[in-house]
């Protein structure tokens, strides 16, 4: 049974640094697309970044170009989202996903839009920036 845990979050200033990490259990995290969606009060979860851990390049939506690194080790089974300059707009709950069902080329914005396959959940990590 896939399962995803997510550390890292917390409470830092406009500026700083936070390095979110997911370790997966239950299935290998190569060759699987991996991402980061984050989500406050009263709004829906949007993708954040994505890696499909069997190649390709990572996909970042504009909000967070520059400030966001997501990378993964497969030795560790683990995914990590390093973000930096941090702004306040950052503050939501952060959740990791897994989809089995994705191929390379397709883990970006479409799939963030919606087109799932076989996809899982963590738990998620809260993010608070004050400013």
């Known amino acids: 049974q896939v399962h995803l845990m997510e550390s890292g979050g917390g409470s830092v200033q406009a500026g700083g640094s936070l390095r979110l990490s997911c370790v997966a259990s239950?299935?290998?995290?190569?060759?699987?697309?991996m991402g980061w969606f984050r989500q406050v009060p009263g709004k829906e979860r949007e993708g954040v970044a994505a890696?499909?851990?069997?190649?390709?390049?990572?996909y970042y939506v504009d909000s967070v170009k520059g400030r966001v690194t997501i990378s993964h080790d497969n030795a560790k089974n683990t995914v990590y989202l390093q973000m930096n300059s941090l702004k306040p707009e950052d503050t939501g709950m952060y959740y990791c996903?897994?989809?089995?069902?994705?191929?390379?080329?397709?883990?970006?914005?479409?799939?963030?839009?919606?087109?799932?396959?076989?996809?899982?959940w963590g738990e998620g990590t809260p993010v608070t920036i004050s400013s």
């Open positions: 890696l499909h851990t069997g190649g390709g390049s990572p």
């Open positions: 239950g299935y290998a995290v190569s060759s699987t697309c």
């Open positions: 996903a897994a989809d089995l069902g994705i191929p390379i080329g397709s883990c970006d914005g479409v799939w963030f839009a919606g087109n799932y396959g076989m996809i899982h």
